[in-house]
């Protein structure tokens, strides 16, 4: 029996044979750790973001949709280094890739303006709480779209 439960070991120390294949795809151990650093990265650049766009709204008086430009712009630098090097720990051509992230943030900050617009004018929302909606329509599409093709 002894026998037959070492021949079954996952792993053999000797040789590093596997039948047991290492995790990868949608649900494996490398894309957890990844989504995690990915959350921590979007709560401190999401604080970040509105702390900014309240800053150029109330503090400095310009429009809300030119505000959260801004704010959206001085964040993509801040989230594309902190998402390159520690939550996808990629080392793929850095120029490529701030390419692809800045076409990304171009159609976010696109997109994220419209919505923030309609449900600031037409709903008549305060526009913070329309930011609020813009970030997680624009959260849900971005983690896939960073991993499988900016930071692939």
């Not at 008086?61 to 939550?87: K, P």
């Not at 329309?130 to 983690?143: C, D, E, H, Q, R």
Request: aromatic share 20%; glycine share 6%.
């Amino acid at each position: 029996m002894e026998q037959i439960i070492k021949n079954t070991d996952p792993v053999d120390l000797q040789t590093n044979d596997s039948p047991v294949q290492p995790e990868q795809g949608l649900f494996s151990k490398k894309t957890l750790h990844q989504l995690i650093k990915y959350f921590i990265t979007g709560v401190l650049s999401f604080g970040t973001e509105v702390s900014l766009l309240y800053f150029f709204t109330e503090v400095c008086h310009l429009w809300y949709i030119l505000s959260n430009s801004l704010a959206l712009l001085i964040v993509f630098i801040i989230s594309f280094t902190l998402n390159r090097c520690w939550a996808f720990k990629s080392n793929q051509p850095f120029l490529k890739q701030f390419i692809t992230s800045g076409l990304l943030f171009g159609l976010n900050l696109v997109v994220g303006n419209g919505v923030m617009f309609f449900f600031t004018e037409v709903v008549h929302l305060y526009y913070l709480f329309s930011k609020v909606i813009a970030t997680g329509l624009s959260v849900s599409w971005n983690f896939f779209l960073y991993k499988y093709y900016v930071y692939k």
